[in-house]
């Protein structure tokens, strides 16, 4: 899980990896015969049985960085990725961090450009707003109403959601589901964990190898953790994986 692509900026919520930092680590998952690739490319492949070394890479809030910088250094390595972006906030900035600093988001020639690249596009709501408690028409304001826009924007079916801050609840993964996805992104939706609510590991600029050795090896045990808590928990467990 990324975010934005830039250096020599104010970093309050440390979501930026400067883009040397992100070549290194590409360079770091080539080096183990590992390739990045987009999280719909990802969970097809898995599904078909082939997807040893595929990494799914994504980024959120679709800043214009991604397009500036993330995705010459992708391509440079041979890798793909998707952006979850904003349809109701294109060309604004991130003015859901109180702290800054602004940067800018897609624009729709953007959005296009990144996916004539190889990028896959996904939703990351209208937005930026948390779904957790939301009432039904923001639920569908931020699902249904961003996918169809999307698909609009890039005259191809977008199957991928982010739940904006990574929060979730089983009726946002519902509301997703209902929308017509085919997954969707938290961080750590524990007993919610699904294809709705798919796990992700933060990357950032201090993710030197070492640190990147480590979360590679424990992502899957908080998937499985997350998995056995949905078993025990038939409930939310249920509803959290869309089934």
Known sequence: MYHSVSDGLHDPYRIAVSPDRLRRQLRWLRARGLRGVGVAELLRARAAGHGAGLVGLTFDDGYQDFLDEAVPLLLEHGCTATVFVLPGLLGGSNTWDP??????????????AAAG?????????????????ADDDVLREETARSRALLTAVTGGPVAGFCYPYG?????????????????????????????????????????TGWRLTLKRRLHPLRRRAGTARAAADPVRGGAGAGR
């Open 99 to 112: 702290l800054g600093p602004r940067r800018p988001l897609l624009t729709e020639p953007a959005i296009r």
């Open 117 to 133: 690249a190889g990028m896959e596009i996904g939703s990351h709501g209208l937005l930026h707003r948390d779904l957790t408690g």
């Open 167 to 207: 929060t979730v609840d089983a009726r946002a993964v519902r509301a997703v589901r209902d929308a017509g996805y085919a997954y969707a992104c938290a961080i750590d939706p524990g007993p919610l964990t699904g294809p709705h609510a798919l796990p992700r590991a933060h990357v950032g600029e201090r993710d």
